[in-house]
Every structure is written in structure tokens, then in C-alpha cells.
């Protein structure tokens, strides 16, 4: 459905905090076979936390430009809930979209979180990645 396919999903049965989403996302990015520089790319992302990562319809989407990356690299979790992080009264943060984008492109970072805008807007979709039972079969819908 999306044209940009994650390098790590999970999906998580009981709620899950954040920061253990975000690292183990993180972690699944920095495994994938990419080079980037971990360390000051993990920084970048602490401060994007910091300035507010809830986008509505319960995605989480921390997100940040990474010098040097050819392409997007995507991280996706689903959970009940996603605990330990600010949104707004009387919603729940079910997805956790960890985004690390190209520095020198700003029309390849557009379109990647477009793509999973897009398919945060459908709640067929969203039904069935919280449905998934397991980080293959949530892989599969992407």
C-alpha cells in the first residue's frame, strides 16, 4: 500500500512505554544494513521528542534528516497503547513511526511521512495493523 516498506516492525499485545517502543525501534534501524551515524541521529530524535511527536489519529512520529542516507528508513510499532508520552486528552497513541530521512532531501521526507499520514487516515488499515499478530503479518500490510 505505502511505497516506503519498514526495516523493523513490532507489534506489542499489552501496552507498551515509549521510550522501550522508541529504543527498540531505534535499534532496529541502526541493525538494518544502513550506515548512519548512530549517535548524533539518536540526539536528533531526542529533540524532535522534546518539541512534540503526536500527529493525531494515534500515531507517534518521531522523525528527523540524517546526512549522508540514500533513502527513508522506517521503524513501525503497533501497541494497545503506547504509554509515557504527551497527547491530547481522551486520545491514545497506538503507533510509534520512527522516521530517519535523507538531509540533502526534503521531497524524499514529504512523501514518506505523506505515505504514512495516508494510511493513518484509513481506519480499515489501522484496524488491521492492531489486529496483526505479529511483526511479520503488520510488515506484510505496508
Not at 541521529?41 to 549522508?68: D, F, N
Not at 521526507?109 to 480499515?124: F, N, R, S, Y
Amino acid at each position: 500500500m505505502s511505497s516506503l516498506i519498514p526495516v523493523y516492525t513490532q507489534v506489542y499485545k499489552e501496552p507498551v512505554a515509549f521510550q522501550k517502543a522508541l529504543g527498540y525501534a531505534f535499534e532496529g534501524l541502526v541493525n538494518a544494513g544502513v550506515s548512519f551515524d548512530a549517535l548524533p541521529a539518536w540526539k536528533a530524535i531526542e529533540k524532535r521528542v522534546g518539541e512534540g511527536i503526536y500527529m493525531g489519529s494515534g500515531l507517534l512520529l518521531p522523525h528527523t534528516r540524517i546526512q549522508g542516507l540514500k533513502s527513508p528508513l522506517m521503524a513501525f510499532a503497533v501497541a494497545p497503547e503506547i504509554q509515557g508520552i504527551a497527547v491530547p486528552q481522551n486520545e491514545v497513541a497506538q503507533f510509534l513511526c520512527l522516521l530517519l530521512s535523507p538531509q540533502e532531501s526534503a521531497t524524499a521526507h514529504t512523501v514518506a511521512i505523506a505515505g504514512v499520514a495516508k494510511l493513518m487516515l484509513d481506519p480499515e488499515w489501522k484496524s488491521k495493523a492492531l489486529a496483526c499478530a505479529d511483526a511479520v503479518s503488520l510488515k506484510e500490510l505496508f
